[in-house]
């Protein structure tokens, strides 16, 4: 037998090496370079699936027919939103996102929704097949067992070569893979998870998509560092790539995406983790502001925008006497360094005094907001609990910060005065326009201001009519 050659893998990129490294010559990480077996030459059993491949030949690019391809019926719209309007057949889409976040949960509902009209094979590696029949009795409405449509097919695999059998007789048009890092190729002889375990399943289950016409969501942990399965290639190697994120400890979650080859990128959908599964929520931006106490300090509004979509979201402020020698600075779901940069000219170009102050920032609903457009409400935040005057009710503020005290004008700023119009907001603060090429939509009160001083002596003002620039 010929002796079994081994190479090393950089767990974070993919890079391969066939010397051992300390550190990844392409992604500079440390200690990530990982033996591994090196997979056989191809050989006859490498390639296409047996009974589903079509031989390609090339055409006339006249020839090729350029009708949309139609798309499977996907009935959470939430989900669909995120595809760009329904499954392609024939991709494959990669839904990456931590443990326990509700990746399985989300794409078994998919299932027994798509069910209804198309074969759905779910192949699981991680639960049991009565583990995954009593969830789908309990994502059900009324819990009726009669209610589980007929085409839903279940089975627990790991080895590829037996899930491609079951695909090739059950025939789907929707196969969901849950998780990729469970699927093993026994030809390799690393283990499940590893960077060619995981390429390669990866890698065959596209060539299954692509020669088949079956559409194939793979579901994928995310490591600690944030990689999903490790090895970036993975990303390469699918049509789309979708996160699950949220904070566990509230009920929201976002499914973002990330790369689309079929629709927008950075599209999101928003649903709530529930007793029945994921809850699409419709109108974000009423969940976020639900729980908000109007006219306590320390609480502004923002409308943030999500790919396409405007958001608006509260933002909470805090600040207290430092009791031991330096203060805090602790933003939870905003950027640490944009808040210094935010404390730092509230201090100086303001005139807040904060050397002595610890400041606490909380983005409501653990929503993640890391544009800069979110300074001025976060600002404004910090800003109102400590002069312990609420910010105007009615009022959006919207602007980054620049560091001689300025606002600056952020993008799609019509959208987001509609969206807050259309939640019933009076007034926005913006920084000033230098262009004016797009009117300010009318059914909202828009004060241009050209500095964050100017801006918060008008935030923080008792309700008063004002119009026009300040
Ligand atoms: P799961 O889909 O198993 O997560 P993942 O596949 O991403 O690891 O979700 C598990 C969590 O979701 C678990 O903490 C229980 C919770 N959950 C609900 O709150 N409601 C439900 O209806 C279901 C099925 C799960
Ligand atoms: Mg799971």
């Known amino acids: 037998m010929a002796k079994t050659r081994t190479q090393y893998v950089c767990q974070q ?12 010559p392409q992604c500079g990480s440390w200690n990530s370079m990982v033996e591994e077996v090196v997979a056989p030459p191809p050989g006859a059993s490498k390639g296409a699936v047996r009974g589903l491949s079509a031989r390609s030949s090339p055409r006339r690019i006249s020839d090729i027919s350029e009708d949309v391809e139609e798309r499977l019926l996907l009935p959470i719209g939430e989900f669909a939103r995120v595809l760009g309007g329904g499954v392609v057949p024939g991709s494959i889409v990669l839904i990456g996102g931590d443990p326990g976040i509700g990746k399985s ?12 009209r198309d074969p759905v094979l779910y192949v699981s590696g991680e639960e049991s097949e009565r583990q995954i029949k009593m969830r789908a009795v309990r994502l059900l409405r009324g819990g009726a067992e009669n209610n589980i449509p007929d085409n839903l097919f279940l089975v627990t695999e790991t080895n590829l070569d037996l899930i491609l059998e079951h695909v090739a007789a059950v025939k789907p048009r929707l196969l ?6 469970t699927t093993t190729l026994p030809e390799l002889e690393s283990s499940a998870g590893s960077v060619s375990q995981v390429r390669e399943s990866a890698s065959r289950l596209r060539e299954l998509a692509k020669s088949s016409g079956i559409s194939v969501f793979l579901i994928g942990h995310v490591t600690k560092e944030g990689t999903i399965a490790g090895p970036r290639v993975l990303e390469h190697i699918v049509d789309t790539v979708l996160y699950l994120e949220g904070d566990r400890f509230q009920s929201y979650r976002l499914l973002r995406s990330i790369k689309n080859r079929f629709g927008a990128t950075s599209e999101v959908g928003v649903f709530e983790m529930s007793e029945r599964g994921m809850a699409e929520i419709t109108n974000p931006s009423e969940a976020f502001l639900a729980e908000r106490m109007v006219n306590a300090p320390g609480s502004s509004i923002v409308v943030t925008m999500e790919g396409t979509r405007p958001l608006l979201v509260e933002i909470q402020g805090l600040t207290s006497h430092t009791s031991f020698g330096n203060p805090r600075r602790t933003p939870n779901g905003v950027d640490f360094n944009r808040l210094l940069l935010t404390v730092a000219v509230l201090s100086r ?4 005094r904060l050397a002595e102050q610890d400041v606490f920032v909380n983005v409501v609903g653990g929503l993640k907001v890391s544009e800069p457009a979110a300074d001025l409400a976060v600002a404004a935040a910090i800003a109102s609990s400590t002069r312990d ?5 009615d009022t959006v503020l919207i602007g980054e910060i620049g560091l001689s005290g300025e606002l600056r004008m952020v993008n799609q700023m019509p959208a987001r005065l509609r969206e807050a119009a259309k939640l019933g907001f009076k007034a926005a603060i913006v920084p000033r326009r230098s262009r ?4 300010w939509p009318e ?3 828009v004060l241009e201001s050209r500095s964050l001083r100017q801006a918060l002596e008008f935030a923080l003002l008792a309700v008063e009519e004002k119009s026009g620039a300040i």
């Open 436 to 439: 004016r090429s797009e009117p």
């Open 389 to 393: 005057v609420p910010v105007r009710a």
């Open 105 to 116: 949960t989300l794409l078994l509902q998919t299932a027994l929704e798509m069910a209804h």
């Open 443 to 445: 059914d909202i009160q």
């Open 176 to 181: 969901i893979v849950d998780s990729i890092q």
């Open 13 to 24: 990129c993919g890079r391969v090496s066939p010397r051992e490294l300390g550190r990844c």
């Open 349 to 352: 170009r303001v005139g807040l």
